[in-house]
């Protein structure tokens, strides 16, 4: 018994020492820079829209009133029986219909590329999504690495402020692993919901393969590192996505946003189970030697202590659900894993998707 006991113990210490390691190299992180110029070119910023956001008024309201010196917005709809219209128009936003084809692409992309296609004069586009809230400085800032031509896309990752129950606040925590991958330019990734480019990155021919996608920001990021250029993140804290979820629309959100995430690369998925395995697996392992064999083994917890100072650190709010919370997470994630792994398809706001790649 006390040789498997020291085999067990051997080995959770090797998990723990990879786990404190990653865990307290967020903290050595330094935030990247870029200079903030006036102007970089004539800005379009693109806004698909598709029925009625959580605070879709204030969403659209704040990217009418950004201090970049000058943009052009544009919101783009279905039909003009969309629920977001009476927003759209209240507000005096002009707006577009988007194309129909092709068929396959999501709604989103033939959105973005019915924009790209119809205004071609513009020196930069830019991305927001309609669940988006802007602090009014978040174009100028989104914009500004783009002046470096090495960068081929900059991006930003939002705030999930929770405006309902259990489950958004269960968001707000999930959501904070994206602000953990977009911290390292290992990980780091275009999130969809906000994204710059040049124009330059997508041309003609880059425009018929980005129509045809599922997801704009794996086909942005193919485009970028296909010419080897770097993403830029730009952690200003400038944008909140408001959110009030349930079990079902929160379950149906993490595990699309999870199939699209292995759709880019499967090695997500086998990254995924180990780490959030192995954070599972030591935390209930140094509960139960702790309680049953002796309390030393609570050392075990540490990786777990430091996840729950990350969140109360990135959290704009001290909410008592958050320990639990942080407790639950990673058995959350490992379910995502699972389940996102098995799906052949998605759906998105009434439409359903095959999951494969234009490329």
């Not at 190299?25 to 379009?44: A, C, I």
């Not at 330019?185 to 393969?209: C, H, M, N, Q, Y």
């Not at 970028?224 to 996505?241: F, M, T, W």
Request: with cysteine; aromatic share 12%.
């Amino acid at each position: 018994m006390q040789i498997l006991l020291a085999i067990v113990t051997s080995f959770l210490a090797l998990v723990w020492l990879g786990l404190v390691l990653i865990a307290l190299s967020g903290f050595l992180k330094k935030e990247e820079t870029y200079p903030v110029q006036k102007r970089l070119g004539k800005v379009l910023v693109m806004v698909p829209c598709k029925g009625r956001d959580v605070t879709i008024e204030r969403n659209l309201r704040s990217l009418t009133q950004q201090d970049y010196e000058s943009y052009d917005l544009v919101a783009i709809v279905d039909s003009k029986n969309d629920g977001a219209l009476p927003v759209i128009k209240k507000l005096g936003i002009r707006y577009i219909l988007s194309s129909k084809n092709p068929k396959g692409a999501s709604g989103k992309v033939r959105a973005q590329a019915t924009a790209l296609r119809r205004f071609r004069n513009y020196d930069i586009y830019v991305n927001i999504d309609s669940d988006v809230e802007c602090k009014s400085n978040h174009i100028r800032e989104l914009v500004a690495p783009l002046s470096d031509k090495s960068i081929g896309v900059s991006t930003a990752y939002p705030y999930f402020v929770p405006v309902g129950g259990f489950w958004s606040v269960v968001k707000m925590v999930w959501g904070f692993v994206g602000n953990g991958m977009m911290e390292s330019r290992v990980t780091r990734f275009p999130w969809g919901g906000s994204f710059a480019f040049r124009k330059d990155l997508i041309g003609p021919k880059e425009l018929g393969v980005f129509e045809r996608g599922i997801s704009d920001d794996i086909t942005i990021e193919y485009f970028v590192k296909r010419r080897g250029l770097g993403i830029a993140y730009v952690d200003k804290k400038s944008i909140n996505v408001n959110v009030d979820d349930s079990f079902a629309s929160f379950l149906e959100w993490s595990n699309r946003q999870t199939a699209l995430t292995i759709l880019k690369t499967r090695k997500v998925l086998y990254y995924g189970l180990a780490f959030y395995g192995a954070q599972a697996l030591l935390l209930v392992s140094g509960i139960a030697l702790s309680v049953f064999v002796s309390p030393l083994y609570a050392i075990f917890l540490l990786p777990f202590v430091i996840g729950v100072i990350k969140t109360f650190t990135r959290s704009r709010c001290s909410y008592a659900l958050l320990i639990p919370i942080c407790f639950m997470i990673n058995f959350m994630s490992l379910t995502n894993l699972l389940a996102a792994s098995r799906m052949k398809s998605i759906e998105w706001r009434g439409a359903k998707y095959d999951l494969k790649k234009p490329f």
